[in-house]
């Protein structure tokens, strides 16, 4: 009895947490681009974007979202390497919770993210042993690839047709990938979003859409350009495949 009663007892206090929490105000947290992408429905979506654009923190945004909608549930964010993901994400996440008082405890050593409702946001590198193996046999409502243009691309494919597809399968749930054009037009992440093909809905927006970045202009980036900068950092994606 005593098992059964603190059995009821934390399924109402998570149920409370999960009334009362305070959410991530993506309206003010992002900017319509964004939204528009993490908003998608589709269980396959990419981003093809610019450095600088902000695809990570709509991301980060959605994996914080998702976190809170589902209890109990695990939200894997893969990127390049261990060292690169938490390079590029772990501070955007940090800022979100202190900005907007979620109720998410951080776990440094870890790479983790824990919720009132017992879900978590955990921090993957390509790099890591067993990377592939370590996702079989698991769900999730979300997992979200970063830098998915720099992954060997058949690897990239496996992970996602052979490996993520069941496993989002429960809930439903989705896939979604960015990364910045590749000097090459081929591969899995090319084919996902400027063609369009394995069933991926595609976004693409600039550097210059981001309105935290208002000294990027159409001149600043025509000096990159000038000096022969990467096409990556320029918003012609159309030039750069």
């Not at 960015?178 to 063609?195: D, H, I, N, R, W």
Request: proline fraction near 5%; hydrophobic fraction near 40%; glycine fraction near 6%.
């Amino acid at each position: 009895m005593d098992t059964l009663r603190r059995l009821k007892e934390e399924k109402l206090r998570r149920l409370q947490a999960r009334m009362i929490a305070p959410k991530l105000d993506l309206k003010a947290a992002l900017f319509d681009k964004q939204i528009a992408a993490i908003s998608d429905t589709n269980t396959f979506v990419s981003f093809c974007t610019t450095r600088r654009a902000g695809k990570s923190t709509a991301k980060a945004a959605k994996a914080l979202e998702i976190a809170q909608k589902f209890p109990n549930c695990e939200v894997p964010y893969i990127g390049l390497t261990r060292a690169s993901t938490e390079r590029i994400i772990w501070k955007t996440f940090r800022e979100f919770i202190l900005k907007y008082s979620l109720p998410f405890r951080m776990i440094d050593g870890e790479l983790k993210i824990k919720t009132l409702q017992g879900s978590t946001i955990f921090l993957v590198g390509a790099d890591q042993t067993n990377f592939i193996e370590r996702f079989r046999g698991q769900k999730f409502p979300i997992v979200l690839i970063d830098e998915a243009g720099a992954f060997r691309q058949s690897v990239l494919q496996t992970l996602v047709q052979d490996v993520l597809e069941p496993a989002v399968a429960d809930y439903q749930g989705q896939i979604i990938m960015s990364g910045t054009p590749g000097p090459v037009p081929k591969g899995f992440f090319y084919e996902a979003t400027a063609l369009k093909k394995h069933g991926f809905t595609s976004h693409s927006w600039s550097v210059l859409d981001n309105p935290f970045l208002p000294h990027v202009t159409e001149e600043w980036l025509d000096e990159m350009l000038k000096r022969k900068v990467k096409p990556e950092i320029t918003p012609r994606l159309e030039e750069s495949g």
